[in-house]
Nanobody, 122 residues
Framework: QVQLVESGGGLVQAGGSLRLSCAASGRTFSNYAVGWFRQAPGKDREFVAT????????NYADSVKGRFTISRDNTRNTAYLQMNSLKPEDTAIYYCAAGYNVATRRDAYNYWGQGTQVTVSS
């Protein structure tokens, strides 16, 4: 089992920045790819970004490319999502997830955190 806890969400004005953290405990964090997903009210949970267990490979949704950066520090058992140039449409609950493969599909991830709210005001 891997336990994941997100933090760093909050209220920010459009154009601002936030950094989300995903702290892991339990099994060896460095064995897993990490993904960030988000879910806005009334919408399906969607892929945002993912990072290989080594940190050397990343992938992003088109909607966040150039604005968001995913990273990880395996020595701290933590993954991050740096979000810049935030837009009102980025408002959602953000979830981190861990799985054995880098993927954009939700079902590729075995473990999920409880989510953290990000609200971007216009």
């Amino acid at each position: 089992q891997v336990q994941l806890v997100e933090s760093g969400g909050g209220l920010v004005q459009a154009g601002g920045s936030l950094r989300l953290s995903c702290a892991a405990s339990g099994r060896t964090f460095s064995n897993y790819a990490v993904g960030w997903f988000r879910q806005a009210p009334g919408k399906d949970r969607e892929f945002v970004a993912t990072v290989h267990w080594s940190g050397r490979s990343t992938n992003y949704a088109d909607s966040v490319k150039g604005r968001f950066t995913i990273s990880r520090d395996n020595t701290r058992n933590t993954a991050y999502l740096q979000m810049n140039s935030l837009k009102p449409e980025d408002t959602a609950i953000y979830y981190c997830a861990a799985g054995y493969n880098v993927a954009t599909r939700r079902d590729a991830y075995n473990y999920w955190g409880q989510g953290t709210q990000v609200t971007v005001s216009s």
